[in-house]
């Protein structure tokens, strides 16, 4: 399992910026897919945005056109830039390695399956 660490989460207010990162402890990006999931209490583990090197960028619909995900390949970190934050983005947000398959939801963030590793999650928490 590759070590994830997250870092930048915080609480703003609605219209605010955030940027999540999460650095890897070794190079994954030529073998693994970057992604940022969250999780809000009693919801499901949902997609928000994945980078890989072979594929197009995927956003979840309520995300698009307000965040942006990147990576640097030297510095082993993938980002998610957040810009005007709802109330509704509020969740803990996890950075992972996905190994290919592309798993849009499920029912909690850290599972083994299709995953090469997991961050230990950041809260975001957005005021009205």
């Known amino acids: 399992q590759v070590q994830l660490a997250e870092l930048g989460g915080g609480s703003v207010q609605a219209g605010g910026s955030l940027t999540l990162s999460c650095t890897a402890s070794?190079?994954?990006?030529?073998?693994?897919?970057m992604a940022w999931y969250r999780q809000a209490p009693g919801d499901e583990c949902e997609l928000v945005s994945r980078?890989?090197?072979?594929?197009?960028?995927y956003y979840t619909p309520s995300v698009r056109g307000r965040f942006t995900i990147s990576q640097d390949n030297g510095q082993n970190t993938v980002y998610l830039q957040m810009n005007s934050l709802k109330p509704e983005d509020t969740a803990v947000y996890y950075c992972a390695a996905d190994l290919g398959t592309i798993v849009a939801r499920t029912s909690y963030c850290g599972g083994e399956d299709y995953f090469a590793g997991w961050g230990q999650g950041t809260q975001v928490t957005v005021s009205s």
């Open positions: 980078i890989s090197s072979d594929g197009p960028i």
């Open positions: 070794e190079f994954v990006f030529d073998d693994s897919a």
